[in-house]
């Protein structure tokens, strides 16, 4: 097994490990954007096990994973881009009517202790890699106003932000901005 490795997310070994690097990442990025007792309630390890297993059954999207040996280290989810709210009973609906046929980075964290290792980028451009390869010309990621972080991070892998935007509430009283950023693949 080679020490770096790319793995689909196919199972709930897996989808397990995708929504625990997503709470730490919540966790760690977030603490002074959403409000604390909104985060303790909803951002649990196992929150996002059941919609990455739905995802993965329905085929609306791919999970990948970036290993280091047997650890998982980063993790993203892409597809083609959401036209409606996947996420049905939540706040927030992205308008993305005007992307369909677009490619879209639907999720993407690293795990805290594994950044500024250069893993996160290995497993990103491996996703906008597979997105070119499936067909698509152009790809979408939405990334929270006030993670400045992510937004750094997305303009170095040559993603700008295209002037539109979501409000995502956060109750009972945060409202947070997602801000699409768009490139040509």
Not at 6 to 25: K, N, P, Q, T, Y
Request: charged share 25%; proline share 5%; glycine share 8%.
């Amino acid at each position: 097994m080679e020490p770096l490795h790319f793995v689909d997310a196919v199972c709930d070994e897996h989808f397990r490990a995708m929504s625990l690097i997503h709470a730490l990442g919540w966790r760690d990025t977030y603490v002074d954007a959403v409000p604390a007792d909104w985060m303790a309630r909803e951002v649990t390890d196992e929150r996002w096990v059941p919609l990455f297993r739905a995802d993965y059954e329905q085929k609306r999207c791919h999970g990948l994973l970036l290993y280091r040996d047997d650890t998982p280290v980063a993790c993203l989810n892409y597809g083609p881009a959401r036209t409606s709210n996947y996420n049905a009973g939540q706040a927030s609906e992205f308008p993305n009517q005007n992307y369909a046929g677009w490619g879209e980075i639907i999720s993407f964290y690293t795990h805290p202790d594994e950044r500024g290792k250069g893993y996160g980028g290995l497993l990103f451009e491996e996703a906008c890699r597979r997105l070119k390869a499936d067909g698509y010309a152009d790809a979408f990621v939405f990334v929270l106003r006030e993670n400045e972080g992510g937004r750094r991070f997305y303009a170095a892998h040559g993603f700008a932000w295209d002037g539109t935007c979501a409000e995502i509430p956060f109750p009972p009283d945060t409202i947070c901005v997602d801000l699409r950023y768009t490139k040509t693949l």
